[in-house]
């Protein structure tokens, strides 16, 4: 069995793998195109066109991460190859620690905090219960249903809403597009974990963002073609315009790196990180890919990706 890997830090891959996997060739990208020849799997993260295209007889591709938006566009991609996808494997929790930091920080009012320091502004503000601070999350599937739960348990009333009916206990579950202007109607803060895919593309435009509540919030460590830019900051406020939204936590975006003339690193209601909401973490990945490897090797059925879904 070959197995090539592309990945930041493919090193720690390769030896953790052959490890793993002692009767297994395991090669990182880097190796020459005559060695790479003629692999069994791929276990890749956003691999080059010519990875994809140099491969003959391939029997499966790895996915290392959640999101197949970039693997599934890449030129070359074999289509009859049956491709699975990093289903959690510990992203989950970072996810949702990540979450519940950005709701924390506003309904904590740890914005109007930081605005009032530069004046040495001492202003208590008010904290209402968490029964009045419902939080709305876009994607159920493995992570955005841990990330409901990890909210309902640490207090908040939680709304989430999918393509398809879901049931997640203590959740109130909503799905199909006529079902979510309901729920934007009523949460102060809208958490946004779908994937990519041509239906969820500006899934939040300026339609959707104008339904929110004033002073809702806006946090974002799913994709970042769910959330239309220009509406976004206009929601916000631009151009001596206040706004109605209260502020945003973003992780993704269209362009990364975001440019450094995109105009929400200077936005005052903005918060930006480098896309490091949930990172995979390795030991975790490893398990779970030695595993599909394991299923594939041995003929059992597994859960791939759809490409005409996306996900």
């Known amino acids: 069995m070959k197995i090539i890997v592309h990945i930041d830090a493919a090193a720690q ?49 790895i996915n290392l991460g959640a999101g197949v938006d970039y693997l599934l566009k890449t030129p070359g991609l074999p289509r009859d190859v049956p491709i699975v996808k990093l289903r959690d494997a510990g992203m989950s929790e970072l996810m949702a620690d990540y979450v519940l930091y950005g709701v924390q920080h506003f309904y904590r009012s740890m914005d109007r905090y ?42 908040f009333p939680v709304l989430g809403w999918s393509r398809s009916p879901k049931q997640i206990s203590g959740v109130r579950c909503f799905h199909g597009d006529d079902a979510l202007p309901e729920l934007l109607g009523q949460v102060q803060s809208l958490v946004t974990i779908l994937p990519d895919t041509a239906a969820t593309k500006h899934m939040l435009n300026a339609e959707r963002l104008a339904q929110l509540p004033q002073g809702a919030s806006v946090i974002n460590p799913g994709r970042g073609s769910l959330i ?13 315009q206040p706004g109605h939204l209260r502020g945003a936590l973003l ?25 490091v909401a949930a990172p995979t973490p390795l030991n975790e990945a490893i398990d779970q890919v030695i595993s ?17 879904a996306g996900y």
């Not at 390769?14 to 020459?32: D, I, N």
């Not at 975001?258 to 209601?269: D, F, G, I, Y």
Request: aromatic share 6%; charged share 15%.
């Open 251 to 275: 992780d993704v975006f269209h362009e990364e790196p975001l440019p450094a003339n995109n105009p929400l690193w200077q936005h005052p209601k903005v918060m930006i990180t480098p896309h």
């Open 292 to 308: 599909y490897l394991h299923a594939f090797e041995a003929g059992e059925t597994l859960a791939t990706v759809n490409p005409e």
């Open 13 to 61: 891959w390769q030896a953790a793998l052959a490890k793993a996997l002692p009767q297994a060739t395991v090669l990182t990208s880097e190796a020459p195109a005559s060695e790479r020849a003629n692999a069994d799997y791929l276990a890749v993260w956003k691999a080059p066109a010519h990875l994809l295209q140099e491969q003959t007889q391939l029997k499966g591709i």
């Open 228 to 240: 239309d830019e220009q509406a976004l900051l206009e929601s916000l406020g631009s151009g001596g």
């Open 114 to 155: 930081a605005k009032q320091q530069p004046n040495a502004q001492w202003q208590p503000q008010e904290v209402v219960e968490k029964s009045q601070w419902p939080v709305g999350v876009l994607g159920l599937g493995a992570i955005g249903s841990h990330v409901a739960s990890a909210l309902q348990q640490a207090g």
